[in-house]
């Protein structure tokens, strides 16, 4: 035998160990891309896959191709639901000091659990991946490894939902007069998603299929506690109101139990009130985004809270006089919890609100606040009187508070670095009133973690045990690569920090997870409407500012004025030694 015939057997020999090609790839296009490797793209639908994977391309034709011959699509449906997890690419962790090694089939129940469990609980699929998960999994059985999240969530997830699609397949196979349900929902996301739904004669549904299609999707809800949430509820109940009268009418057997509901559609005025209830929102939603900005202050908060008061005092009392006192008395009680005194002063303390023309009046409420706040840095009654006449050169635009203020470009602290004088006491007051955030961002994190602790399921939860499971998260993310016993063997300490911060950002920002719970009492239930105290027609807002005049539109130039009232009561100025009313009316006097 010369060379060459032990060159070809050897050859022969090489092709006969390789593995045998999939006949899944006769339902594809290929082309090499080298070490037996290929491109694929779908003979029925032409998706494509820059490198083909035989499980994946299975679980296409079974599940998901819509162009499939529907023979096709069943032979591999059923592929897929008898075949084992246990032949899918998955490299499974095993030791050499470990006894016992799992079997295929202990293996395929094990994954078969770990699928359900995770989508039964509503578990992220992240979480797969997490080092004290898989420090619990191998802590259990050792020779387990659990897969990763990107194996979990389709290969796991496709065979699971084969096994489950043949059974109803079975159950359906004898079954008549079927019923096809179709219902929209949309996620935290605002994606419109259907469910299709086969009713058996058991059941009764209506057979018509209603499938509106608006674009920004379908009715939002409102969570309480998330203002902004309401504004895009009335903002969709506006959108879709067409949409809603037509179901009314065309599908009348829907509202037979729902007849609040059905009076409420055929009623012009509830939905004029969502309209003036949208427009009076929309200073609330920004305000929202306003502080959620970089650049949010308290003077912006301020404004937003002004505008929403014009909007109030612009709602027509001809048709429904009570919806009107009813905004009222809510934006009144809720004034009435608000500190106003300090952010009176951040907005009078921005250039380009303080020529709305404060009144002595209001202006004295602002001062004696403005002196208060001053004198907890340690100031004495000489520095109060210097603040106070720099409050006024400051308001009637005098040297050196008279330079332009310009929106495209400036900020009110680089405005303020500006304005140099000796004894600049006004500048270093508004510095420090414009370096306060006013949001709790850090707090919300915090808050965040106890809510995806409770979860939708675990409201019960009492406050020491709920304080027990914070500190111990907080600890053991901490000190994660000392307490870890298994995972962390195999990660460095940057590997591993990473790993937990990634997961437990997407833990956190899972909103499947953070539904808010209904049960939830909160202050907006605490508003009495019918609070003989509360029950006016007057916003107290009217009493810092005319809001007849007040039109945030106008150029700098505005001619806003400020009601003349007399300071708040509510102040308490016995903290300190120094009198700070003697100082204005002593500075009054002098002027």
Known sequence: MDSTDLFDNQNIREVRRGRKESHVWDHYFKEPLGS????????????????????????????????????IKTEYMEMLAVGTTSTMNRK????????????????DKIDQALIRFFI??????????????????QSLCFAYGPPKRTTLSTTFLNHETAIILNKIKEELKYEKNLTLAVDGWCDPLGRSIYAFIIITPSANLQKDIIQTLTEGGGLKTSVKTRWSTAWTCCDSIIRLENNLKNVLETQTE???????????LRNRQFFQDVEQLHTILAPAKKAIQAVEANSSNMASIFLQLIQMAVEIKKISNYFDPNFKKNCINIFNKRWAQFDTDT??????????????????????QMALTAMKIWSKFGSDKRSCKILLSQLR???????????????????????????????????????????????QAACERAFSVLNWMIGKRRTRLDIDRLQSMAQMHSYYITNAKSELKFSSSDLSENE???ALQEIT???INNDDIFIDDDDIVLDDESIDLNDDDANTNDLIMENIMNLDSFNEQNDDNSNSNISDQQPDESINYEDSNIDFEAIFDEESETD
């Open 92 to 107: 499974q962790k095993t030791d050499s000091d470990s006894s016992a090694e799992l079997t295929a089939d202990r293996k």
């Open 254 to 264: 829907i509202f037979i139990n729902a007849i609040a509901i059905k009076n409420l």
């Open 496 to 498: 591993l920090e990473t």
């Open 120 to 137: 039964c609980c509503g578990i992220p699929f992240s979480t797969v991946g997490h080092p004290y998960f898989i420090d619990f999994v």
């Open 505 to 507: 950002t997407a833990m």
């Open 36 to 71: 037996g490797h290929y491109t694929a793209r779908c003979h029925y639908c032409n998706q494509n896959w820059s490198r083909g994977k035989p499980e994946i391309l299975k679980s296409h034709l079974a599940l998901y191709c819509k162009d499939v011959p529907l023979y």
């Open 343 to 364: 952010y009176l002063v951040a907005f009078f303390l921005h250039p380009r609100y303080r020529d709305k023309k404060f009144q002595d009046s209001t202006f004295r």
């Open 393 to 439: 050169s400051y308001g009637d635009n005098e040297p050196p508070y008279d330079m332009e203020y310009t929106d495209e470009y400036d900020m009110p602290e680089l405005w303020w670095s500006t304005c140099r004088q000796p004894n600049n006491y006004i500048q270093k007051l508004a510095l420090k009133l414009f370096a306060i955030t006013p949001h």
